[in-house]
């Protein structure tokens, strides 16, 4: 393991996944109307929605890869192997099993997903996502020298 190399490929990932949590978060969604009501904005929703549970995802393999030598090939594997190896809590990583259900709904499913369930699934798991994206930030903070540029 380069420990330079993969800090800065996991600083690069959680500043993708900020601005993808920011960008869902402008999203009216307080208001179902408004977030109906412009089509792009929905596709858009949805694009954002499913890259930013992929990036958590992605970045969670990415610990268990750089750091733990450990792969892992399906979705699922990861929020367990994140627990046992103390990244994530387990509500956290109870969070993230959920993440990675909807991550294998959007890619898997022959449906078109429909704008209320869209809607419910962003308003619902908004405060998830920050929470696993801070939950990551705590354990590169105690395990790399800078990632106080994370928050």
């Not at 412009?38 to 970045?59: I, T, V």
Request: proline share 2%; charged share 25%; with cysteine.
């Amino acid at each position: 393991m380069n420990p330079k190399k993969t800090e800065r490929k996991l600083t690069t990932r959680m500043i993708w996944i900020g601005k993808t949590l920011t960008i869902l978060e402008s999203l009216p969604l307080d208001n179902y109307e408004a977030f109906v009501a412009d089509e792009g904005k929905f596709l858009n929703a949805k694009g954002y929605l499913r890259r930013g549970m992929e990036s958590l995802l992605d970045l969670g393999k990415c610990i268990l890869e750089n750091y733990f030598s450990i792969i892992v090939s399906q979705y699922q594997e990861i929020p367990v192997k994140l627990e046992e190896n103390a990244v994530l809590t387990k509500e956290e990583s109870r969070l993230l099993k959920t993440l990675a259900n909807y991550c294998e709904y959007f890619t898997s499913s022959f449906e078109e997903i429909g704008k209320e369930e869209l809607y419910n699934i962003c308003k619902q798991q908004m405060g998830h996502l920050w929470q696993l994206k801070s939950a990551y930030s705590r354990w590169i903070e105690n395990n790399f020298q800078t990632a106080l540029t994370l928050h």
